[in-house]
C-alpha cells in the first residue's frame, strides 16, 4: 500500500449501478497501481454498501419510508440512464457476465481484498435513517473532516 | 483563510438540491479546516443562487421561458433520486431539520461567512439568460479562465 | 503543449449535451491555458463521440439494441434537466447559437486542434458493444490504467 504515496480518494454519491461500477473500478484500479484509495459514501451512493437481507432496525416512521424506497444493496441499483424499470440494469449485468467483466459485488469484494477503504458518511445516514449494521461488514464510519483530511493529500480526487 | 495553504474548488454544475447540500457540507468543512474554497455555479447550479422572489428583468422569450422553468432559488430544488414531484424534498427538509442539521439556505449562508468565494459562471448566465440581479448578491462572477486558475493550485478540485 | 507543466483529465461519463458541453469548455479553456488536457470516455459518454451516420459492424443482438437504444453522436445527445422529449435540447442550442457560443461538434473540433487527447475506454467500448469505426476518426484507445498514469500527475481531475 505505499509504493508510489499516491492517494486517491472519491465520493461516491449516486446510487446508480453504473456510475458505481466506474467508481469501483476506478479504485480498484488506482489501488493495484499501490495508491492508498479511499471510497467515501454519501446519499445514494450508501446503498450501494446495503446488506442484501433486510436487517431489523429500530426507527421512525420516516426512515423506514426511506429504507423500503431505497435500494437494498449492490445487486438492486439501477442505471443513471436507460433504467427501463430495471430491465437497463439487466442487460448491463448479462453482457458483463458474457465480458467476464467482474460484478459489482466482485468489484466490491476485490476492493476490500485490496486494502481499498470504504467509509460511510456517518451525517447522511442519520439523515437517511440508515444504522450500522444495515451496511456492509468491515465499513469504516465518518464525516466531512475525515474525507478532507484524506483529500488534502490526494492526486486524484473524485466526486461521482 | 490561509493556514495550510490549501484551495478546495467545486464545480457545482448541477441543480439538485442533495447534489447542492453535499457541495457546501464540502465547502464548509474545507473552509472550517481553513482551504481557501471556491464554488463555481454553472448551468443548473445557478438556480441554487437564484433570490426567491420574481425580479423584474428585460429579457426575451426564450429566456422568460427558461427563467419560469427553472427553480427560484434553493428552497426550491428538486432532488436528484426519489423527488416524486416534490415529496422527496419535503421529507429530506423534514428530516434534517429533526437531526438539526443547516438546510441548504443556513449553509449557503455559513459559507458567505466564512469567506468561501461563490462565483457565477458568466457565460451560463448569458444562455440561460440569467441576469446579475436575480442571484444573491455579494457573488463574483468570471468564466472558465478563473476556474482555471484557482483549480490549477487546487488540491480538492471536485465537479459536482 | 508544455508550459506551465500542468495536467489536465476528465473522465467524461455522462452522455447529457449539457455536461459534454460543460467538459469540452473546460478542456479547450484548460489547453488554452497550456494545461496537457486528456478526456476519457467512458461509459454513456461515449456517445458524444459516436459518427452521426450508421455505421456497419457485426454485433450480436444485445449490442445492437444498445447501440440503436443509445444516441449517435454529439448532434443527439438529451439534457441531463428539463429534456422535455427533445425540446430542451433544441432550446440550448438555439440560444447557443444566438450567443454565437462554439456548438458540441466544434467544441469537439477545436478540441481536437488544440492537441486535447481524446481517449475512449475499451473496456466500457466492449460492454456496450461499440467498434473502433463506429467512433470519431483520431481518437485514441485505453483503459483505466492509462487513465490513473495521467491523472496521478494532473492538477484537475475531474468526473463528469
Known sequence: MEGTGNKTTIILFSGDLDKAIAAFIIANGAAAYDHEVTIFFTFWGLNTLRKDEAV???????????GWMMPRGAQRLGLSKMNMAGMGPRMIKHVMKKHKALSLPQLIELAQEQGVRLVACTMTMDLLGLKQEELLDSMEYGGVAAYLGDAADGRVNLFI
Chains 1, 2, 3 share one sequence.
Open 56 to 66: 431489523r432496525t429500530n426507527k421512525g416512521l420516516l426512515e423506514k419510508v426511506f
